[in-house]
C-alpha cells in the first residue's frame, strides 16, 4: 500500500478505463477522487455504480463533465442528466437488478465465473443468457464483474491500509475493493495501525493499493 496524493491517483487513471466506484447516491462516494477524474478530464470512463447520482454530486459529476461513454448499473432514475445522454445515444446503460449487481461484483472478487440466479427468469432481463436448471428450477447465469479500478472511500484507514466504514457508507465499496485489479481509497479518517479492533477491520490491507493522503 503507498500514500500518494489525489492529483497523483487520478493521473495512474488512463482514458477509457473501466473503472467501480464505491456509494449509494453520493453516500460513501469517494468525492475527492470524482472532483480530481473532473479536473484532470479523463474520457471514455466504463462506470460500474450503483446509481448515476444527482447532478454535481458523486458520480453525477462525471455526466455532467460528458466523461461517461458506458455504464453498468441499477438505476439513473434521478440523474436526469444520464438519462439524456442515455436517450441520446452518447453513452450505453446496461441497468440490472440491484442483488444481480452486487453479487457478480462478490463473483469477480472471489474468483467466480458468475452466480446462477431465478431474478429475471421469464423477463426481458434473460434476453441473451444462458439458462441453467438446478433442481428443476430454472437460472440465469450472471456473469462476473471486474474492473481495472475500484474508487472506494471508508471512515477509516491506518497506515497499513486497513479499512473500516461507517454506516449505510459501507454499501459496496467492501466487495469493489476486491473486484478491480487497483484499489485506490480516501477515507475520512487515516489512523495508526491498531486504532482499528482487529474485529473491524472490513477491507484488509492486502486488497488496498493506494491511499490518498488527507490534508
Known amino acids: 500500500m503507498k500514500a500518494v496524493s489525489a492529483e497523483e491517483a487520478v493521473a495512474m487513471i488512463p482514458n477509457n478505463a473501466r473503472i467501480m466506484v464505491g456509494g449509494f447516491m453520493g453516500v460513501g462516494t469517494p468525492e475527492r477522487l470524482l472532483d480530481e477524474l473532473v479536473r484532470q478530464k479523463k474520457s471514455g470512463l466504463a462506470l460500474i455504480s450503483n446509481d448515476a447520482a444527482t447532478p454535481g454530486k458523486g458520480v453525477g459529476k462525471l455526466f455532467d463533465g460528458a466523461q461517461v461513454s458506458s ?18 445515444k452518447q453513452i450505453t446503460v446496461d441497468l440490472i437488478p440491484q442483488g444481480t449487481f452486487v453479487e457478480r461484483i462478490r463473483a469477480g ?25 438446478v433442481d428443476g428450477k430454472p437460472y440465469l447465469l ?35 475493493a476486491m ?20 474485529d473491524h477491520v472490513i477491507t484488509p490491507g492486502p486488497l488496498v493499493d493506494y491511499l490518498v493522503a488527507n490534508g
Not at 472478487?109 to 436448471?133: H, S
Open 179 to 198: 473486484a478491480a485489479d487497483t484499489v485506490i481509497v480516501t477515507a475520512e479518517h487515516i489512523v495508526p495501525v491498531g486504532v482499528i479492533a482487529p
Open 109 to 133: 472478487g472471489c474468483g467466480l465465473g458468475g452466480v446462477l440466479t431465478p431474478t429475471g427468469v421469464g423477463t426481458l432481463v434473460e434476453e441473451g443468457k444462458q439458462k441453467i436448471e
Open 71 to 88: 455504464m453498468i448499473g441499477t438505476h439513473i432514475g434521478l440523474n436526469p442528466k444520464a438519462q439524456q445522454q442515455m436517450l441520446g
Open 142 to 176: 450472471e456473469t462476473a464483474l471486474r474492473a481495472d479500478f475500484a474508487l472506494v472511500h471508508a471512515f477509516l484507514a491506518d497506515y497499513a491500509g486497513n479499512l473500516s466504514y461507517a454506516l449505510t457508507a459501507r454499501n459496496f465499496n467492501p466487495v469493489m
